[in-house]
């Protein structure tokens, strides 16, 4: 699911909680990933388009259909996933061998 201030689907949550599955907005989501930073002990900034952007690369690089990456994003166009999703090095290296 992709993680935005407003949804326009049908599901009932984004995030399900022990109390109620809900939709969270944008603010109170970086609160939690900014204190789960904290403990984890990481001294930068971590912003939810990365998160988004490290989700669907490392997704793609184990083997998800780029379709199902544009599902689980939320993206009505290609184009927007093909920005998030990255192969690695490793990966283009063995789709260039495999397909050229």
Do not use: W
Not at 12 to 37: C, D, G, N
Not at 54 to 72: C, D, K
């Amino acid at each position: 699911m992709s993680l935005c201030e407003s949804q326009e689907d049908n599901d009932a949550a984004v995030f399900a909680t022990e109390r109620h599955p809900h939709r969270m907005s944008i603010a109170p989501t970086r609160y939690i990933i900014k204190r789960i930073s904290k403990r984890a002990g990481i001294n930068k900034v971590i912003y939810l388009h990365q998160l988004s952007h490290r989700y669907a690369t490392h997704i793609l690089n184990n083997g998800a259909p780029f379709e199902v990456i544009q599902s689980f994003k939320g993206h009505e166009k290609s184009e927007t996933t093909r920005i998030f999703a990255e192969l690695s090095g490793r990966l283009r290296k063995e789709f260039y061998q495999k397909y050229v």
